[in-house]
């Protein structure tokens, strides 16, 4: 459970150390290795407000403090940031998140999709911090009391179940965490992003609700929907 935390000076300490926690002991991926079928043209490139999708993922890691890589199997991708080749380009993410805790020392890794362009960094920085100081398997937020897969932070430990479920032919990333959680008995923790809100903990940049942070950029529809959200923003602030 987390306690709220009151007053501008403690969320700001709480803030310097997740940006501490962030730079020590984890590393930042970004998951990209989809076939972009549902929009149509290669996801990581299609632009929202000028920016390519995968630019905005990258920065929301380098925003919480995070050295960044791209999990995937598109080595076109290198300009933007270092590619971990993924081991089964068709198995899905969970195939990236093993490939990528494979490539790093950390004890924390971060995973963060291509398609969350509106997340804030903050969130990334709270879970890190909640995972180094609490412990647990995996981290994941929660909104409207519906748990979310990602962002995600995943201890090193939960590998070994992690790549036995994705052995045993597991596709499902939020599955595959659940079973890491048991067989390493670390906890796998959620937290809810209304409490972390309302206690001060996390804000978004531009003012955007957190109903706003989770909207998937799927579909040329998705990026229509998105551009309008950012505008907006942009108005009211």
Request: with cysteine; net charge neutral.
């Amino acid at each position: 459970m987390i306690e709220p935390e009151n007053g501008p000076e403690v969320r700001k300490d709480a803030a310097k150390c997740a940006q501490t926690d962030a730079r020590e002991d984890a590393a930042g991926f970004v998951l990209a290795g989809g076939q972009s079928s549902r929009m149509g043209a290669d996801k990581a490139l299609i632009r929202l407000a000028g920016q390519p999708l995968i630019a905005y993922a990258l920065g929301i890691l380098h925003q919480a403090g995070l050295d960044a890589s791209i999990a995937g199997s598109r080595s076109s991708l290198s300009a933007f940031a270092p590619v971990i080749q993924d081991a089964h380009p068709d198995r899905g993410p969970l195939a990236g998140i093993c490939s990528a805790l494979v490539s790093t020392s950390a004890r924390h890794a971060v995973f963060l999709p291509i398609d969350l362009p509106l997340l804030p960094a903050s969130l990334v920085s709270f879970l890190l911090h909640h995972a180094r100081v609490a412990g647990g398997a995996v981290t994941v937020p929660s909104v409207n009391g519906y748990a979310q897969t990602f962002p995600a932070v995943v201890d090193r430990v939960a590998l070994p179940a992690l790549e036995a479920s994705l052995k045993g032919g597991e596709r499902g990333c939020f599955s595959a965490f659940k079973a890491a959680a048991a067989q390493s008995r670390q906890p796998l923790s959620v937290l809810p992003v209304e409490l972390l809100v309302q206690s001060g903990q996390v804000a978004h940049p531009a003012g955007l609700p957190a109903v706003f942070w989770f909207k998937n950029v799927n579909t040329p529809e998705d990026l229509g929907r998105a551009e309008a959200i950012l505008a907006n923003s942009h108005r009211v602030s």
